[in-house]
């Protein structure tokens, strides 16, 4: 049975740098319905407010998940013997049109979500978030676990410019799709532009864990209190490579010294196992202030973490679905 789903290119016949650069050197999809988990690349960064080159994360993230293997060395999960998982290419973008972008984006989003299928992306600028927000959660909001430097639940900028990658969750909200009470954002800090700028994510009431609360708390209470805030309702993970110090991940448009080592990020997202997971993403990996492709590693890796979770999950899930259906009968 488990021999039927796509699996990555043995490295052991064919060497890792040989063939094309699919995600995790799996089959590329063209029809949704081939995958039950889909990997997505948005090649966009319009959204930047300042250091732009996250457009060309896809392509390196790609290209350095060839280093992935088949089975988590901790928690053993095999996802490709789990669920049928492909790269199903790029999102459709346009660089000079923010919002018909976000409509193309979007677009191509609701057809995976229309198929039963779960996306883990890899952007692309947060402002990626949005677009797949909006195909995704439009029935209900969903929660979140979010790894980042910043809320990005800024307002406007540069006038009166609602949609920039400071900005997707305060839309989010705004527009119901995530729910600020299952939200949880961990490794917040930096400089601000006013003291007030967190005060819209706060009264909204998502749990902000700012990155000096979790250097008290350390991973195992940090988890125990995402997953309290998250509980058991369809959650989404987002992560912001910039969520990590950037000795370990440089190549990001908005760098913060003092962040989470890349140890404490495989903790924390390896402490999500069984929540009820509906998808992730990894944004803001910016090639172009990148060296040596290293923070296109840690995106990939990190990918590859969210992608045993959420395999997990949804296998679950379906499990559960059959039993019920069986029970029905
Ligand atoms: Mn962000």
């Given at each position: ?44 960064d319009?959204?930047t407010t300042n250091r732009a080159g996250a ?70 600028d947060h ?38 990658h ?74 912001d490579v910039d ?8 190549g990001t448009g908005t760098p ?28 803001e990996v910016a090639?172009?202030f ?40």
């Amino acid at each position: 049975m488990a021999s039927t789903f796509p699996q990555p290119l043995d490295a052991a016949l064919v060497p890792r740098f040989a063939g094309l650069p699919t995600f995790m050197r799996l089959p590329a999809v063209t029809n949704f319905s081939d995958v039950d988990v889909a990997l997505v690349g948005v090649p966009w960064d319009g959204g930047t407010t300042n250091r732009a080159g996250a457009r060309h994360g896809p392509r390196e993230i790609r290209n350095m998940s060839s280093l992935m293997r088949k089975v988590h060395h901790v928690s053993r999960i095999a996802p490709y013997d789990l669920l049928r998982v492909g790269d199903v290419g790029d999102a459709p973008v346009n660089p000079i049109d923010l919002l018909d972008c976000l409509k193309q984006i979007e677009q191509f989003y609701a057809s995976i979500f229309r198929a039963g299928v779960i996306p883990i992306s890899a952007g692309g600028d947060h402002l990626v978030t949005l677009p797949i927000f909006r195909a995704i959660a439009k029935e209900r909001p969903v929660g979140m676990v979010h790894f980042d430097a910043h809320s990005d639940t800024n307002d406007t900028y540069f006038g009166n410019n609602p949609y920039t990658h400071g900005t997707p969750f305060r839309r989010a909200i705004e527009e119901g799709l995530l729910d600020p009470k299952r939200t949880v954002q961990i490794g917040i800090r930096g400089s601000v532009y006013s003291a007030e700028d967190l005060d819209f994510a706060e009264a909204a009431g998502i749990r902000v864990i700012h990155m000096e609360e979790f250097a008290d708390l350390g991973v195992a209470a940090t988890i125990a209190e995402a997953r309290r805030v998250v509980g058991t309702e369809p959650t989404y993970v987002s992560f912001d490579v910039d969520a990590l110090d950037p000795s370990f991940a440089p190549g990001t448009g908005t760098p913060e010294i003092g962040g989470i080592t890349t140890l404490e990020a495989q903790h924390m997202v390896r402490g999500l196992r069984g929540l009820n997971l509906i998808g992730a993403d990894v944004v803001e990996v910016a090639p172009p202030f990148d060296q040596g492709g290293s923070t296109a590693l840690v995106g990939a890796t990190m990918m590859f973490e969210l992608l045993c979770v959420i395999a997990e999950a949804h296998a679950q899930r379906r499990t559960i679905g059959a039993e019920r259906s069986a029970s029905v009968e």
